[in-house]
């Protein structure tokens, strides 16, 4: 079993930082990546972000990219997403996975969830 913890969200003005945070527990040592997804009122679960953790390669949407950086702390066993330059329509739920198998493209890639992370941006 694992369990991914989310924490960070909040609500900013449009063009503010925020920083999330997923700390994984239980049996993690044999994944292949790490991903954020979103979820806005109305929509799908989307893509954001991922980290591969052979090599440390990293992924991201293109709507994200260039604002938001992924990341990893092998000692506290956690993946962070950096947030900025954020806009009213990142407005969502964010979810980190956790995958055994794969890129990390794909939502049936991963094997566990967090509880999500809401994220508001003002206008």
């Known amino acids: 079993q694992v369990q991914l913890v989310e924490s960070g969200g909040g609500l900013v003005q449009a063009g503010g930082s925020l920083r999330l945070s997923c700390a994984a527990s239980?049996?993690?040592?044999?994944?292949?990546?790490m991903g954020w997804f979103r979820q806005a009122p109305g929509k799908e679960r989307e893509f954001v972000a991922v980290?591969?953790?052979?090599?440390?390669?990293?992924s991201y949407a293109d709507s994200v990219k260039g604002r938001f950086t992924i990341s990893r702390d092998n000692a506290k066993n956690t993946v962070y997403l950096q947030m900025n330059s954020l806009k009213p329509e990142d407005t969502a739920v964010y979810y980190c996975?956790?995958?055994?198998?794969?890129?990390?493209?794909?939502?049936?890639?991963?094997?566990?969830w967090g509880q999500g992370t809401q994220v508001t941006v003002s206008s």
């Open positions: 980290i591969r953790w052979s090599g440390g390669s990293t």
């Open positions: 996975g956790l995958a055994y198998y794969g890129l990390g493209y794909e939502m049936t890639e991963y094997d566990y």
């Open positions: 239980g049996r993690t040592f044999s994944r292949s990546a």
